[in-house]
């Protein structure tokens, strides 16, 4: 998965991905958002996403340094957006959704308040 639209001076620019999901980086593991959904669901039926930042690797959660806000979309369908506190609260989401005429992968953005903000997608197949 290539990194898109970033600038490498400046890691506050763009939007940050993987580059090999085989071989993370320390940064990646703390900074990707973690999705946990069913590999498959029905149209119109509803079903829990979570997401976690820092379950493969613990993101600091201090008043200096932590995940500011959680993002999902379906495709670019945007679904949910949920905003933390730091040090008060844990960058880890559990939100019921149902897709009705949304499609493609879930998508999840998270936005750390000094590295800036990281992708991660899911495949998930909605059967009508
Ligand atoms: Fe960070």
């Given amino acids: 998965m290539a990194n898109k639209y970033i600038c490498e001076q400046d890691i506050l620019c763009g939007v940050r991905t993987a580059k090999d999901l085989n071989n ?34 613990p993101h600091p959660n201090e008043p200096g340094h932590f995940i500011e806000w959680i993002e999902l979309y379906s ?15 844990f960058p880890k989401v559990t939100i019921p959704v149902k897709l009705t005429h949304a499609h493609g992968p879930l998508k999840a953005w998270g936005k750390c308040n000094l590295h800036g903000l990281w992708e991660n997608s899911k495949e998930i197949e909605v059967e009508e």
């Fill in 75 to 89: 495709g670019d369908t945007f679904l949910f957006r949920v905003s933390l506190s730091g040090s008060l609260s």
């Fill in 24 to 57: 993370l980086s320390e940064l990646e593991e703390k900074h990707l958002p973690v999705i946990t959904a069913p590999e498959r669901v029905k149209r119109n039926q509803i079903f829990e996403v979570t997401i976690e930042v820092g379950k493969l690797r």
